[in-house]
């Protein structure tokens, strides 16, 4: 079993930019996939970005590509995500999830575990 917990968000102008990270417990966090997902108000909550366990592949969702980053430190049982040129419609609250195994999926019921949510508002 493992953990999480998101911290970094906050408040910001359109156009700049942010690091999420996510802490997790235990010791076996580079036996996870590890993705971020985000939800809107009134809105699904939707796939940004995952990484293997290995840190070796990763993924983005299309509105997402290009603008932000996925990154992992198994050594500090951390994984991040740079957010640049940021917009107001990635305002959310973003989830940092784990899954065991070395693939990372989109699919968020693929994902076991779930921090409690970090909030990250844009403004325009």
């Known amino acids: 079993q493992v953990q999480l917990v998101e911290s970094g968000g906050g408040l910001v102008q359109a156009g700049g930019s942010l690091r999420l990270s996510c802490a997790a417990s235990?010791?076996?966090?580079?036996?996870?996939?590890m993705g971020w997902f985000r939800q809107a108000p009134g809105k699904e909550r939707e796939f940004v970005a995952a990484?293997?366990?290995?840190?070796?592949?990763?993924y983005y969702a299309d509105s997402v590509t290009g603008r932000f980053t996925i990154s992992r430190d198994n050594a500090k049982n951390t994984v991040y995500l740079q957010m640049n040129s940021l917009k107001p419609e990635d305002t959310a609250v973003y989830y940092c999830?784990?899954?065991?195994?070395?693939?990372?999926?989109?699919?968020?019921?693929?994902?076991?575990?779930w921090g409690q949510g970090t909030q990250v508002t844009v403004s325009s």
């Open positions: 999830a784990a899954r065991p195994g070395p693939r990372a999926t989109m699919t968020r019921e693929a994902y076991d575990y």
């Open positions: 235990g010791r076996t966090f580079s036996s996870y996939a």
């Open positions: 990484i293997s366990w290995s840190g070796g592949s990763t």
